[in-house]
C-alpha cells in the first residue's frame, strides 16, 4: 500500500512538474524559475541572529560581526584594495547608519537568502536601487552574507 501511493505521488509530480507554465518568464522569453526560498521571519533562531545582529551594527562591534559574517562576505561589487576590509570600507564611506537602518527593516525571503528591505524581493526588486542586505543558513548557522549597494548595470 505504501509504494502505491510512493508511486502515485511521484508520478502526480513528474506530471505537475513537467506541465508548461506560462507565467514567470523573463523578458527574453525564457522561463524563470519562481523563488521556493523559505519564509524563517518566524523561526526562533532567526530572530535571535538578526537581534544579535541588530546589536552588533548598532554598536559597530567589529568583533562580534566578525563572527556572524561568511567567509565570503559580500560589500562591494568591485575588487577591493589589498588592505580594505568591510569595516574599513564602511568607516570611510560612512555606510554604518546606511546598515543600520536596514537592520530594523522587515526580512523577506529572496533567491536563497533572507533580505532587507522588503522591496528587494517584491516586483519591484529589479528596479530597487538602494542598499540591500542578506543572511543566509551555512552549515545549520546563520551567516551574515552582504551588505551591498545596487548592483552597477550590466551586473
Not at 89 to 99: A, C, G, M, S, V
Not at 103 to 110: G, K, L, T, Y
Amino acid at each position: 500500500m505504501k509504494f502505491r501511493s510512493l508511486t502515485f505521488l511521484l508520478a502526480v509530480s513528474l506530471c505537475v512538474g513537467g506541465c508548461p507554465d506560462s507565467t514567470n518568464k523573463t523578458a527574453q522569453g525564457k522561463k524563470k524559475k519562481p523563488d521556493t526560498t523559505k519564509n524563517q521571519s518566524n523561526d526562533v533562531t532567526f530572530q535571535g541572529f538578526v537581534g544579535q545582529l541588530r546589536i552588533a551594527v548598532q554598536r559597530r562591534d567589529k568583533s562580534m560581526l566578525s563572527q556572524m559574517m561568511a567567509e565570503d562576505f559580500g560589500y562591494r561589487w568591485d575588487n577591493p584594495a589589498p588592505d580594505e576590509d568591510a569595516f574599513a570600507y564602511w568607516d570611510k564611506n560612512n555606510l554604518w547608519p546606511e546598515l543600520a537602518a536596514l537592520m530594523n527593516e522587515r526580512w523577506v525571503p529572496h533567491e536563497g537568502y533572507m533580505v532587507v528591505p522588503p522591496q528587494l524581493a517584491m516586483g519591484s526588486g529589479a528596479e530597487y536601487q538602494g542598499y540591500r542586505a542578506g543572511v543566509q543558513q551555512v552549515n545549520g548557522s546563520w551567516k551574515f552574507s552582504y551588505f551591498v549597494s545596487a548592483p552597477p548595470p550590466g551586473h
